[in-house]
Every structure is written in C-alpha cells, then in structure tokens.
C-alpha cells in the first residue's frame, strides 16, 4: 500500500508537467519535461525495489522536485498568459490554487503546519479549471 502511494505521487507530479506541455508548448520546455520525468522514474524505481526503510528516504527528494516543477508549470503558465494564450488565466488561478494546496500538505507532511491535506481540494479545482481550459478550446 505504501509503495503505491509513493509511485502515484512520484508518477503525478512529471504527468501534469507533461500535460502543461501539452497544452502550452511554446512555454514548457521539451528537454526540461523530460529529464524531470526521467528522474522521477528513477526515483519509481527506487520504490519498486529498494526496501520501505530505505525508499521512504526519497520522499523529501520528490517533495522539494515536486514544487520545482510546480514553479516552472507556473511559471509556463504566467508566460502563455502574456502571450496571450488562450485559456491561459485558467490555468494560472489553478494551478495557483494547486499550488498553495500542494504546499500545505508538503508542510503537513513534514509537521511544519498542522492543517490537514488539502490536495485534493486543490486538485479537483485543477481539473475544473484544465475543463474550462479545454473546453474554451475546442
């Protein structure tokens, strides 16, 4: 139980920067999407293989990785709404929102705040705001 729930986080975090990719590709940089992918595969495999004292080690790793890549989507997003991207402030209030949720559970996690896990509040605001996005689209 324990290692599916690191792989699905090890595994969500490279699948939205490969989605804002594809949504914005002009702003999300192809090679940066995926070395971070490729480091969190690797960090999958350490939890497929390694044993739970050891690959419980990797989490801060994948936390600190996680809000990097978070930074850049961001940041990706702040640049397709300067130039005027369709759908784009969308996206900057979700993941904005995405954001400040990740973080908390990420403090919560390491007993830096005592608030509970709001990710998938924020996620859920994510998908709503990606739909408006696809749906403004197509």
Do not use: K
Not at 6 to 29: H, K, R
Not at 36 to 43: D, G
């Amino acid at each position: 139980v324990y290692r599916l729930d690191y792989l699905s986080f090890y595994m969500g975090i490279p699948a939205y920067v490969f989605f804002a990719y594809s949504v914005f590709p002009e702003e999300v940089n192809r090679y940066f999407t995926h070395a971070y992918t490729i480091i969190f595969i690797i960090l999958s495999f350490f939890v497929i293989i390694l044993p739970m004292e050891i690959f419980t080690r990797t989490l801060i790793i994948a936390q600190v990785l996680s809000l990097v890549g978070i930074l850049y989507v961001t940041s990706a997003f702040i640049r397709a709404y300067w130039n005027r991207r369709e759908g784009a402030i969308y996206t900057i209030l979700g993941c904005i929102v995405f954001y400040i949720t990740c973080t908390n559970d990420i403090l919560y996690a390491q007993g830096v705040i005592n608030t509970g896990y709001l990710l998938s509040i924020g996620f859920l605001f994510l998908i709503f705001s990606q739909s408006l996005l696809l749906s403004h689209r197509y």
